[in-house]
């Protein structure tokens, strides 16, 4: 259970709402990165860079989910969501100043 809002008024959410979210299963892929670091040090008995562990666990999870979700594309080229805040905060990207593009 969730709290959400629409039209600017909050909302309570059901679970099955934020099933399509990607924070829990990335955190859970941080935790078992985490742990195999701590394993491979003890393994080992010598310091290990954790992100060796944490980086291919949290990506691998995140492509495997917005593959499997049909979600990749938007991904790699940027959510969306992302775009449309990006627009109402600072305009339509052809208006930005120094954008790369003449104006007059």
Request: proline share 7%; charged share 20%; net charge neutral.
């Amino acid at each position: 259970i969730g709290i959400g809002s629409r039209g600017g008024r909050p909302e309570i959410q059901s679970c099955a709402s934020q099933k399509k979210g990607y924070l829990p299963p990335m955190v859970v892929a941080y935790a078992v990165g985490l742990a195999m670091a701590n394993i491979a040090v003890y393994a080992m008995q010598m310091g290990q860079p954790a992100l060796l562990y944490l980086v291919p666990c949290c990506l691998g999870t995140m492509t495997y989910l917005g593959w499997k979700r049909g979600e990749l594309h938007d991904l790699w080229h940027t959510p969306k969501v992302i775009l449309a805040c990006d627009e109402k905060l600072y305009g339509p990207l052809g208006d930005r100043e120094g954008d790369g593009e003449a104006s007059e």
